[in-house]
């Protein structure tokens, strides 16, 4: 039986791709069925897995966070 790929070889704009279609089909989901559907939690559970896995750039010298 074959083993599932856990390599993926993806660019950031492949990801920002995928991430704008989910938040379309997320508030496509909501809008129909006022927000209840597990498939909705599921797509907003996937962003926030993907969100999570980003390294945001902040610079090492001279960073003013606010």
């Known amino acids: 039986m074959p ?3 856990t390599q993926f070889d993806l660019s950031v704009d492949d ?11 997320k508030a496509g989901i909501v809008k129909d069925c006022a927000g209840t559907s ?12 993907l969100h999570n896995q980003k390294v945001f750039y902040r ?6 966070g606010g």
Request: aromatic residues 4%; proline residues 6%; hydrophobic residues 35%.
């Open 59 to 64: 610079p090492k010298d001279a960073y003013i």
């Open 3 to 5: 083993k599932p790929n």
């Open 15 to 25: 990801l920002d791709l995928i991430e704008t279609a989910l938040r379309q089909h």
């Open 38 to 49: 597990d498939d909705a939690r599921n797509v907003h559970e996937l962003l926030g897995r």
